[in-house]
């Protein structure tokens, strides 16, 4: 499979830890959207699209967040422990909806994601827009 096409959407201030999205597209027939281009403790790094995970309340089966300690629905308390949890003990709270399966892949395409951004960050600097990163916050140039 090809990495065919990358648009890079800067986001927010240059000090948000979400940098910008992309939309990738792949053999020129299928597209992924909303993937994540994130500055995290280790560097930047990329987050597939997810969906928050939810369940159903016993009582009258509304539909909730995970984290949710009472029925959005009804209000009764949900019982506790209802998540999976990651290798860290933390609470699963999204689900990837698309992600790369190897290893490679996941590799090549998160290179491929994170040079867009850089390349994009750059020519936003360089044209002053507003949300460039490292400091570049005047506005477009005037003439």
Do not use: W
């Not at 003990?89 to 867009?116: C, M, N, S, W, Y």
């Amino acid at each position: 499979m090809r990495i065919t096409r990358i648009q890079i959407t800067l986001a927010g201030s240059p000090t948000d830890k979400l940098l910008a999205f992309a939309v990738v597209t792949f053999d020129d027939c299928f597209v992924v959207h909303d993937i994540k281009i994130i500055q995290g403790a280790k560097g930047i790094f990329v987050a597939m699209p997810s969906h928050k995970i939810t369940d159903r309340c016993p009582y009258c089966g509304g539909k909730n967040s995970i984290q949710s300690q009472f029925c959005n629905q009804c209000g009764k308390r949900l019982l506790a422990n209802r998540s999976r949890v990651d290798t860290q003990g933390r609470t699963k709270v999204h689900a990837d909806i698309a992600h790369p399966i190897t290893t490679e892949f996941r590799q090549e395409l998160q290179a491929a994601i994170i040079k867009a951004y850089e390349e994009e960050a750059e020519h936003a600097k360089e044209r002053g827009f507003a949300g460039a990163p490292n400091g570049a916050d005047a506005g477009p140039e005037e003439a």
